[in-house]
């Protein structure tokens, strides 16, 4: 049985199935979101919500990854002190076969085009 300290640190996600594309593109249409999950799709790997320098507040940050992880954009699980973020790849292209990349794709050509990435 699992100790109530350790299972108050579970974060809840959406099972595959309840994953929806308009969550997806509603979590994807924000600049700060978008950043996280590029940077994420660019790192392959689990990243702290400690790695990421967004120009806004801790808490609108915090906002951010709910965002992110209630839509099932992301996976986000306590390591230590240490909360860790992961694309879940694998889902979303089981789920909707290309659209991560595209997305990703766009975004890289426009970050390009605005000079910004």
Same mark, same amino acid.
């Given at each position: 049985?699992?100790?109530?300290?350790?299972?108050?640190?579970?974060?809840?996600?959406?099972?595959?199935?309840?994953?929806? $594309?308009?969550?997806? !593109?509603?979590? !994807?249409? *924000?600049?700060?979101?978008?950043?996280?999950?590029? @940077?994420?799709?660019?790192?392959? *790997? @689990?990243?702290?919500?400690?790695?990421?320098?967004?120009?806004?507040?801790?808490? %609108? %940050? %915090?906002?951010?990854?709910?965002?992110? &992880? @209630?839509?099932?954009?992301?996976?986000?699980?306590? &390591?230590? %002190?240490?909360?860790?973020?992961?694309? &879940?790849?694998?889902? +979303?292209?089981? !789920?909707?076969?290309? +659209? +991560?990349?595209?997305? $990703?794709?766009?975004?890289?050509?426009?970050?390009? &085009?605005?000079?910004?990435?």
């Amino acid at each position: 049985m699992t100790s109530p300290a350790v299972s108050s640190r579970a974060l809840p996600h959406p099972e595959r199935g309840e994953i929806r $594309l308009e969550g997806i !593109l509603h979590a !994807l249409s *924000d600049p700060m979101r978008l950043q996280i999950v590029r @940077e994420l799709a660019a790192v392959g *790997d @689990e990243l702290s919500c400690s790695h990421f320098d967004l120009p806004v507040t801790k808490s %609108t %940050t %915090t906002h951010h990854f709910r965002v992110l &992880r @209630e839509s099932g954009v992301i996976r986000q699980v306590y &390591r230590g %002190t240490a909360k860790m973020n992961g694309l &879940r790849r694998d889902d +979303l292209d089981d !789920l909707f076969p290309g +659209l +991560l990349d595209a997305l $990703l794709g766009a975004a890289g050509r426009q970050a390009v &085009r605005l000079g910004s990435g």
